[in-house]
Structure formats: C-alpha cells, structure tokens
C-alpha cells in the first residue's frame, strides 16, 4: 500500500493544493450539514413546544445552512472537475514525455493501441481517483464521525447499536473487493488489446481490403468483445453483492433507528425532535459509509491503472545530454562493432570495421535481413552494440555515438513517414524556424516541386500517412523535411524506393552534386545508386 501512497503523491505533483481545496469544500459541506441537523431538531421541538427557543432565529439557521449546502456542493464539483482534467493533462503529459524518449534496444516493443489506452483509460482512472475519490474518501470519514460523536450526544445505546451492526457487512464485502482488482486488471488488459486491434485495423485497411480480410478482423473484433463482456459482467456481479450486502447493513440500521424512535416516543422519553435528529443521523452515518463502499471499486481500480502506468514509466529512457555539434563535415567511424537484438539467435552485425569518411558517398548493398538498417541504427544510438565502438568526427574532434550526437545526423526512413496536417507543418518537423523560401529550396533539392503547383502550396492538407498524396510525392517530401535539418551526415535508407527511375536520377544528381559539405550513406537494393558513391559496401547475411 505504500508503494501505491508514493506512487499516488507523485502523480499530484502540481495539484496537491486543489485538492487539498476539494477536500476542504467536502469539509464544509460536512460541517454544515451537521448543523442542519441540529437545526431541524430544533424547530419541531419549538413546534411541539418542547423547546422555547426563537423559532425566526432557527428558521434563518436553516435557511442559512440550506444555501451553504447548495454552495458547498457546488464548489466541490466545479473544484473536483478542474482538478480532474489539470491532473488528466500533468499526468498525460509526464507520462508521454516519458514514452517519446524510451530507449529502444530492438525487441518487440509495446503495441502503440496498448500504450494508447493507457494514456488515455488509466490517466483517465487516476485522474479520477486523484480528484474526486480520494476528497470524497476524506470527507465522508469526517462526516462519519461528526455524525456519529453528534448521535452519541443524543442517545449512546442506539450509536453504538446503528454502528456495530455495519462492519459486519464491510468485513464480507471486503472478500469480494479482493478480487475485484484482479478482474479489473483482466479487463484493462483485454481493453488494450481491443484498442490495438481497432488502431491497427484501420491503420493498415487498405491492405485488409486487397486481402479480403475485413470479415475476419470484424470476426477478430467481436471475439475480443465477447470477452470483455463476459469479464465486466463478471466484475459487475461482485460489485452488486458487495453493494447488496451494505445496503441491507444500511437498511437494518435504518429500521432500528426508526424503531427506537417510534418506541422511545410511545413511551414518553423522546421528543418528536430528537426522533428527526435520529433519523438524520442514521442517514448522516450511513451515507458516508455507503459512498465509501462506492469509492472502494475507484480506489481498485485506480491501483490496477497505477501498476500498468507504472510498468510504461519503468521503461528505460535514453541519456540525453547537451546537442554536440561538429563544426565541421562529420564523418563516422565504426570499430568491431558487434550487435545482436536481445531475442535473436544470432549476430546480425559482427566485427564490423569501417571509416565513412566526411564528404564521402557510401552506398551500402545486401539482402533483406543482413543487417543493414541495423547500422544505420547503430549511428544513429538507437541501438548500442555489444562489442566495438563507434565514433562521430570531424577535423577538430571525435566523440562517441549517443543521443547527443544525433543532431548531426540527417535521417530519411524508408516508407511513407509524413505526419497528418500540411505539408508546412511537416517541413518544420525538420526545421522549425526554416523560411518559405528555405522549405521551397529543400523541396527543389528533393525533387518535388509539384508542391508550388498544388492549389494550396505549402498549406495543402495531407491527411495520415500523407493520404492525398502518391507514395513517391510523399516519399519526396519527406526526403526535403530531412533536408532541412542542419546535420551534415545524411543517412538514406531505401529513400528511392517508391520513386520512378527519372526521378531518381534527377534526386541523387541534385544530392550528390548540389548538396554538398555532406557525408551520405545510402542503404539500397539499387544498382543504379552506386554510380553516384565512391565506395561500396556489400552485407552479407549470417
């Protein structure tokens, strides 16, 4: 439990003290709905002539407290929903933050849908707990035991009797809690695997439609479904004998009350008055005990998001330093370098030796699986060998490979990398101060100046994926977005592939002579690339 108390306190960092103010709202309420109690006992024994206080004075109090009540009840919800979407967005934030600097060593990493739930349904559930159960929780304590000090002032026998006979009731729908957390893990890890499976299905639709799939990933949908009803359901069934067996505790104290109210005035000894304030108490008790019970399953719930947000944060993250920038054309140098992925059977790259010298043109050359993306990787520090070093230079000075390093680095992935928005918004991925005539430059470089001739220009919308645009204009722009980044290593991993023969040409002549300072590494199955590179390396794989 302490672990979950720690985890918890961190996750408020920055909203501590608005939901200090919400617990102080239900505070208030508390307090005054104490008073209303005495009120109301007050004016039907003023009625009954029992007590000779003023009964204008007691109808103002009442009044009075009614619209405290009405105020404190409000500003407890609006604080409780301000606090709720501050803590959804502090927490998203730190928790995306956290997801877009994991290191990646190259096994199979979490599914973006199971990642997407969590940073959607879990913050959303801690949120929750954060803003509304846990002020909730504290206050209702409080009014419990105000409630129950004021009963014992009245008539001690009947507090004890209404109280005793509850625990009993708590203690058996403890059992159920227990394993209400265990089903509720089941359903947060079967609702991550639904949203996985809907992401990836509409992101790859096109390809289930060729295929003629689209009946089987429905099919896939609906068992999925199936089983998440069935756990819910099974969930909500112990929730419902939990909650059945407090109100039948709830009831028993209700009647008893009501009874020794009624017997207590048949035989004299109570007034009409004290009858109210028991049967306001009884209510007073059991309502803070009723909406504690309601609490519990949030509080599980939220335990449950706590360790699958907790299992994304503990993710390593990379080591980012300060940029080091080169000054001058870098190059890389690469010394017995050997890597294997954790999960793999072998060495994809092993002993590799070789110096891409600045301003040198290196294409590289092998079958699908040698291990040539891997390399790039590697210059990248993506990925950390096992063995050997490698190194990033220039005239002046050489350090080694790392996160720091990666601004030098100019990085054109194969497949279509635009993002949803205009083709301006993703230039300035690559540059976000660049001009307009520095992002018409990089397109006339990457050989899309179809770009000026669209209605819209720069501002013309390409939905995700660069939909609205032909693989190879998407794949153009996004070579210009590189481009326009100032590192002077450019690594170009099957860039050309969705391009036509043409073009091609035009891009490595515009690349090779236009652009120059730079050293270019360009990973492909083309032959026709070489021509442009001075040296030529040939993977083989093991």
């Known amino acids: 439990m302490s672990t979950y108390l720690s985890w918890f306190w961190q996750a408020s960092r920055g909203s501590r003290f608005q939901i200090a103010m919400g617990a102080m709202a239900g505070i208030a309420h508390v307090a005054v709905s104490m008073v209303f ?27 009075a407290v009614i619209l405290g009540q009405i ?33 990646y060593d190259g096994r199979k990493g979490r599914h973006t849908g199971d990642i997407l739930n969590r940073l959607e349904e879990d913050v959303r559930v801690i949120s929750d707990a954060l803003s509304n159960a846990f002020p909730t929780l504290i206050s209702t304590m409080l009014q419990f035991l105000a409630a129950f000090v004021f009963f014992l002032i009245l008539d001690v026998r009947l507090a004890w009797m209404v109280v005793v006979i509850m625990p009993f009731s708590l203690l058996l729908s403890k059992f159920i809690m227990k394993r209400m957390r265990h089903l509720t893990l089941d359903i947060r890890q079967t609702d991550s695997s639904v949203q996985a499976h809907l992401q990836e299905s509409v992101q790859h639709i096109t390809l289930l439609q060729t295929l003629e799939r689209e009946n089987s990933v429905i099919g896939t949908l609906e068992s999925m479904q199936t089983k998440l009803y069935g756990q819910v359901m099974k969930r909500t069934r112990f929730s419902i004998l939990s909650r059945t067996i407090v109100s ?15 017997n207590g005035i048949y035989e004299g000894v109570i007034s009409f008055g004290m009858m109210t304030a028991f049967l306001q108490l009884v209510g007073q008790i059991q309502r803070p005990l009723l909406e504690m019970s309601q609490q519990l399953p949030s509080l599980i719930h939220a335990t449950a998001s706590a360790d699958r947000l907790r299992e994304l944060e503990g993710d390593k993250r990379e080591e980012h330093g300060a940029p ?88 054109v992935p194969q497949g279509n990398s635009l993002l949803s928005g205009t083709i301006r918004d993703n230039l300035l991925l690559g540059n976000p101060q660049a001009t307009d005539e520095e992002m018409k430059e990089a397109l006339r470089m990457a050989a899309a100046e179809f770009v000026e001739t669209l209605p819209d220009g720069l501002d013309t919308v390409c939905s995700e994926a660069g939909g609205g645009l032909s693989e190879g204009q998407a794949q153009r722009i996004a070579i210009a977005r590189a481009l326009l980044r100032k590192g002077s290593v450019l690594l170009l991993d099957e860039f050309s592939a969705s391009l036509d023969e043409r073009t091609e040409e035009r891009l490595m002549q515009n690349l090779t002579h236009k652009l120059t300072g730079h050293t270019m590494i360009f990973i492909t199955h083309r032959l026709r690339i070489t021509d442009y590179c001075e040296k030529i390396i040939e993977i083989k794989k093991r």
């Open 37 to 63: 109690v005495y009120a109301c006992k007050t004016l039907v024994d003023i009625a009954t002539g029992v007590s000779d206080k003023n009964l204008l004075e007691y109808t103002l109090l009442l009044i």
């Open 71 to 103: 105020t404190f009840s409000a500003l407890k919800n609006r604080l409780a929903a301000r606090n709720d979407i501050i803590l959804k967005n502090n927490l998203r934030y730190r928790l995306f933050s956290h997801v877009m600097s994991v290191c």
């Open 324 to 411: 080091v920038w080169l000054e001058t054309t870098a190059g890389i140098r690469m010394e017995n370098v050997t890597f294997a992925y954790p999960d793999g059977d072998r060495n994809v790259v092993e002993n590799f030796s070789y110096d891409f010298k600045p301003g040198s043109h290196t294409a590289i050359l092998g079958e699908t699986g040698a291990g040539k993306s891997t390399l790039i990787r590697l210059m990248l520090a993506l990925l950390k060998p096992q063995q050997g070093d490698i190194w990033i230079y220039d005239e002046g000075r050489r350090v080694k490979a790392s996160p720091s390093t990666r601004c030098n680095m100019v990085y």
């Open 248 to 262: 039948a505790a709830f009831a028993a104290g209700y009647t008893t009350a009501f009874l020794w109210g009624v």
